[in-house]
C-alpha cells in the first residue's frame, strides 16, 4: 500500500532525516518513534502529501486519511456537525454508530468549542473512520487519551486492519499495538542541507 | 464543494463575525459620509455611487483576511488539503462562501442606504445590479490575497495593501456604470466589462490561490 | 566562444545562467563593460540632452527633463516585465537565480518609475499649469507604483525563502494580468491629455513624434538607462545570490 525508498525530509533547507526506507501492506501499522523534534510530524506530512520530500519516492496506492497534531475542529457546529462535514468531504456515510467508537453518542449534539481536551482528541480520531480511506496517517493519535479510551484506540486500529486498511502513527512513547516499530533516531545522523548549487566557490 | 460552502456560510452565521459585521461597516461608511462632506443633498447625490462602491469595496475587504485565516489556525486547512477536495475547490467554495455572507448582503442593502445619500431608486437598482455581478470579483480577489498573506502574523494591513490595487479596474468599470446612470444614460452593456472581470477571476484565480495555498502548507 | 551568436546557442547558454557559479561568473566578466557603456550611453546622451540642443519654442527648457522622463518611464514597465518573467521562470523551472533577478528588479523599476512620476510632476507645472491630473498615462503610473510596492513588501513579509519565492511570483503573475486590465480601464475611464507615446518603434522604423534634433540625445539616453537598468539588475542579483550563498554556508556550519 505504501513504500517509502530513500527519503529525505527536512525543514526549510535543513535535513531532518535521511535515507528513510520502509513498506506497508494491508493489514499492517507501523508506529514511528522518536523523540520530540526527530522529524515525525514532518516526515508524516510527506507521506500526506503536504510537503515535498528532499530526496527520495514515496508510492502510495489507495486512499489516504491525515490527522495532524491540530485537530480541525470548529467549535460553533456540534460533534454531529464536524464529523457530518468530514464525511461529506470524503464522501463517506455519517451513521450513528460511528459515533460509538470512541462513545461519544452522548456528546453528539454538543457545541466542539465545550469538549475537553480528551474529547476533542476522540472527535478527531472518529473523523478517520467517517473518511472511509485506507491508510491513516495519525500524528501522536494517543496525546491527552486516558488509558480506557486508549484501549479503545487500539481496538479501532485493529478492526481497521482486519477490514484491510493499513496505519502509519507516529509517538514519542511505545504503543501496545500489534504493529512493527520504527525508531528514527537512526536516521537523522547524516544530517545535510540543500545547498542548490549555492555552496559551490562563487568566484 | 458544496459542503465546505455551507459550512462555512454556517460560520459565519453562527460565529457573527463576517455576516453581519461588514454590512455595519458599510451603513456606518455611509453616515460618516455627510459628515465629513457636508449635508448638502446635490453633492450628496452626486458622489453617491462612488461612494457606495467604494464602501462596499472597502467591507469586502475588511473581511477577507479571515477567508483562510481560521482554518489555517486550527489545521482544518491541512486536513482539507488532503482530503479529495483539490485546493482549487477549497478556495472557490471559500470565496463563494465570503461573497454570500457579504457581498450579497452588501449588494442588496446598498440601494437602501442610497437613500441616505439621496440617491435615487432607479440608479439604486442599478448599482444593485452592477454590485451583483462586482462584488464575485472582489471575493475571489480577496480570496486570492488571503492565500497568500496566510503565514504572515497580522496580515491585515500587508492584505490590503496586495488586494487594493487588484481591485481598481472593478472599481472603475463599476463605479463608472453607476456614474452613468445617475447622469441618465441607458445601460447600453456597461455592465459586461464588470462580468468579465468576475468571469476571469473564477477562471485564473483559482490556479493560482492553490499554488499560493500549497507553497503556505510547505 | 562561437563567432555566431545565433539562437541556438543562445538558448543552452541562457539556460546555463540559472546555476549560480555560472551567473556569478559571466556576470562578473560583463559588468564592467556594461558599467563602462552604461556611462559613456548616459553621460554622451544627458550632456548632448540638456546642454547642446536648443530649447522648444514653446515649452522652452522645461522640454529637457523629457532625457529623464521617458527613459525611466521605458525602464519602469520593463523592469515590471524582467520581474515577471523571472517569476515564471522560477515556477516552471525551479531555479533561484531566476526568481532573485525578478527580486532584484522590483526596486530598481519602482524607483524608476517614481523618478518617472517625479519629472512627469515637474514638467507638468509649467506646461499643463499643474503638478498632477488623473490622465490615464499618469494613473497608470501610479497604479504600476502601487503594484510594485505590494511585491517588494511581501517579499519583506516571509523568512522562508522558497516560500517567500513561490508567493511573490504568483503575485507577480497576477498583478501582471491585473495592471494590463487596469491600463485599459484607465483609458476607458477618462480620456487624457497627456502627449502621444515619445518614441514608438514599428516594423524596426522609428516613427518619430518629435524631431530628431531631440530624438537622438533621447535614444541615447534610453539605451544609457537601458544599461544603468542592467548594471543594477546584475548587482543587485549579485548581492542576493551571494545572501543566499552565505545563509547556505551558514547553516553547514550550523550542522558540523
Redesign the interface.
Known amino acids: 500500500m505504501l513504500k517509502v525508498s530513500n527519503l529525505s525530509v527536512g525543514r526549510g533547507r535543513i535535513s531532518l532525516l535521511n535515507d528513510v526506507n520502509f513498506m506497508l501492506k494491508a493489514g499492517q501499522a507501523l508506529v514511528l518513534r522518536g523523540p520530540n523534534g526527530v522529524g515525525k510530524t514532518t516526515l508524516l506530512r510527506c507521506v500526506?502529501?503536504?510537503?515535498?520530500p528532499l530526496l527520495g519516492d514515496i508510492n502510495l496506492e489507495g486512499?489516504?486519511?491525515?490527522?495532524?497534531?491540530?485537530?480541525?475542529?470548529?467549535g460553533?457546529?456540534s460533534v454531529f456537525e464536524n464529523l457530518k462535514?468530514?464525511a461529506?468531504?470524503?464522501?463517506g456515510s455519517m451513521t450513528e454508530e460511528v459515533l460509538l467508537a470512541y462513545k461519544l453518542n452522548d456528546l453528539a449534539q454538543r457545541p466542539a468549542a465545550n469538549l475537553s481536551a480528551g474529547q476533542k482528541r476522540r472527535l478527531s480520531l472518529t473523523r478517520m473512520l467517517v473518511?472511509g480511506c485506507d491508510l491513516w496517517i495519525m500524528d501522536e493519535p494517543t496525546a491527552s487519551l486516558d488509558a480506557e479510551n486508549i484501549a479503545l484506540f487500539y481496538m479501532t486500529i485493529d478492526s481497521h486492519l482486519q477490514a484491510g486498511g493499513a496505519a502509519l502513527l507516529s509517538a514519542h512513547n511505545d504503543l501496545n499495538i500489534n504493529a512493527e516499530t520504527l525508531d528514527l533516531a537512526q536516521f537523522c545522523k547524516a544530517r545535510s542541507i540543500v545547498t542548490s548549487n549555492f555552496d559551490e566557490p562563487l568566484e | 464543494m458544496i459542503?465546505?460552502f455551507t459550512?462555512d456560510v454556517?460560520?459565519s452565521v453562527?460565529?457573527g463575525g463576517g455576516f453581519g459585521l461588514a454590512l455595519v461597516f458599510f451603513l456606518i461608511l455611509v453616515v460618516l459620509m455627510p459628515f465629513a462632506l457636508g449635508p448638502d443633498q446635490s453633492v450628496l447625490a452626486k458622489i453617491a455611487p462612488g461612494l457606495l462602491w467604494l464602501g462596499a469595496l472597502l467591507a469586502c475587504l475588511l473581511s477577507s483576511d479571515r477567508i483562510f485565516g481560521m482554518?489555517y489556525e486550527?489545521?482544518?486547512?491541512?486536513?482539507?488539503?488532503?482530503?479529495?477536495?483539490p485546493l482549487e475547490s477549497v478556495y472557490l467554495a471559500k470565496a463563494a462562501a465570503h461573497w454570500f455572507t457579504t457581498g450579497l448582503p452588501l449588494s442588496l442593502a446598498a440601494p437602501v442606504f442610497g437613500i441616505l445619500l439621496n440617491l435615487n431608486l432607479e440608479v439604486g437598482g442599478v448599482l444593485c445590479l452592477s454590485l451583483l455581478l462586482g462584488t464575485p470579483a472582489l471575493s475571489l480577489i480577496g480570496s486570492?490575497g488571503a492565500t497568500?498573506?496566510l503565514?504572515?502574523r497580522r496580515?491585515g494591513l500587508?492584505l490590503s495593501?496586495?488586494v487594493?490595487?487588484?481591485y481598481?479596474?472593478t472599481l472603475?468599470?463599476g463605479a463608472?456604470t453607476v456614474n452613468a446612470a445617475a447622469l441618465g444614460k441607458e445601460l447600453d452593456g456597461s455592465l459586461i466589462?464588470i462580468l468579465a472581470?468576475t468571469l476571469g477571476a473564477i477562471a485564473?484565480?483559482p490556479f493560482?490561490s492553490a499554488?499560493?495555498l500549497r507553497?503556505?502548507?510547505? | 566562444m562561437s563567432t555566431k551568436l545565433g539562437m541556438k546557442h543562445f538558448w543552452p547558454f541562457f539556460w546555463k545562467l540559472a546555476n549560480p557559479k555560472v551567473f556569478m561568473r559571466w556576470s562578473g566578466l560583463c559588468l564592467p563593460w556594461i558599467i563602462a557603456l552604461t556611462v559613456l550611453c548616459l553621460g554622451t546622451g544627458l550632456i548632448w540632452g540638456f546642454f547642446l540642443t536648443p530649447d522648444d519654442a514653446r515649452q522652452g527648457s522645461t522640454v529637457k527633463i523629457i532625457y529623464l522622463h521617458v527613459p525611466s518611464a521605458f525602464i519602469a514597465i520593463n523592469g515590471y516585465f524582467v520581474m515577471v518573467l523571472g517569476s515564471l521562470f522560477w515556477?516552471v523551472r525551479r531555479q533561484h537565480v531566476s526568481v532573485l533577478v525578478a527580486k532584484a528588479s522590483a526596486p530598481i523599476g519602482m524607483t524608476m518609475t517614481v523618478i518617472a512620476l517625479t519629472t512627469g510632476a515637474i514638467w507638468g507645472q509649467p506646461i499643463w499649469g499643474t503638478y498632477w491630473v488623473w490622465d490615464p498615462r499618469l494613473t497608470s503610473f501610479l497604479?504600476l507604483f502601487?503594484?510594485y510596492?505590494?511585491y517588494v513588501?511581501?517579499w519583506a513579509?516571509?523568512d522562508?525563502q522558497?516560500?517567500v519565492a513561490?508567493?511573490t511570483s504568483?503575485?507577480a503573475?497576477?498583478?501582471a494580468?491585473?495592471a494590463v486590465?487596469?491600463r485599459?480601464?484607465?483609458i476607458?475611464?477618462n480620456q487624457g491629455l497627456h502627449q502621444g507615446t515619445t518614441v514608438t518603434i514599428a516594423d524596426g522604423v522609428s516613427q518619430k513624434n518629435i524631431s530628431s534634433i531631440f530624438f537622438q540625445p533621447l535614444l541615447l539616453s534610453m539605451i544609457g538607462f537601458g544599461l544603468l537598468f542592467l548594471t543594477l539588475l546584475l548587482i543587485g542579483a549579485r548581492t542576493e545570490i551571494r545572501a543566499q550563498r552565505l545563509q547556505v554556508l551558514e547553516g553547514l556550519e550550523r550542522l558540523k
Not at chain 2, 507553497?215 to 510547505?218: D, F, H, I, V, Y
Request: glycine share 8%; proline share 4%; hydrophobic share 60%.
Open positions: 500526506a502529501g503536504l510537503q515535498d486512499s489516504v486519511a491525515y490527522a495532524a497534531h491540530a485537530e480541525g475542529i470548529k460553533s457546529m462535514f468530514w461529506d468531504v470524503y464522501g473518511t | 459542503q465546505l459550512r454556517v460560520l453562527r460565529s482554518d486550527d489545521g482544518t486547512l491541512e486536513l482539507l488539503a488532503t482530503s479529495p477536495l486570492f497568500l498573506t503565514g504572515v496580515g500587508l495593501l496586495l487594493l490595487p487588484l481598481i479596474p472603475i468599470f463608472l466589462p472581470i485564473i484565480l493560482f499554488m499560493a507553497a503556505n502548507l510547505q | 515556477l497604479i502601487l503594484f510596492i505590494g513588501a511581501l513579509a516571509i522562508d522558497d516560500k513561490d508567493l504568483v503575485l503573475l497576477v498583478g494580468v491585473f486590465l487596469s485599459y480601464a484607465v476607458f475611464w
